[in-house]
């Protein structure tokens, strides 16, 4: 049976990897921390390698989350 794949929204993503972060409370922060910079780094990967994004478009993803993750309000 063929695999159907929808596309759901931002918000909805973002609920569900809130949801599953929450789940993983007993790891110490800097443990998740560097757990998603690899995955992050894997997926920014797989962008490049499927031609979605350029490697100027992931320098300029990165040089955004530097400034949001610096930036204290």
């Known amino acids: 049976m063929p695999i159907i794949q929808t596309t759901g929204t931002f918000e909805e993503c973002a609920d569900e990897l809130n949801d599953f972060i ?3 409370e007993r790891y110490p922060h800097t443990v998740l921390a560097f757990v998603l910079r690899a995955h992050l ?3 920014l990967q797989a962008l490049l390698i499927n031609g979605l994004w ?3 478009e992931v320098a300029t993803f990165m040089q955004d ?3 949001d993750a610096l ?3």
Do not use: F, K
Request: glycine letters at 6%.
């Open 71 to 73: 930036t204290v309000e």
């Open 65 to 67: 989350m530097e400034q």
């Open 54 to 56: 350029t490697r100027d």
């Open 22 to 24: 929450n789940a993983l």
């Open 41 to 43: 780094s894997g997926l």
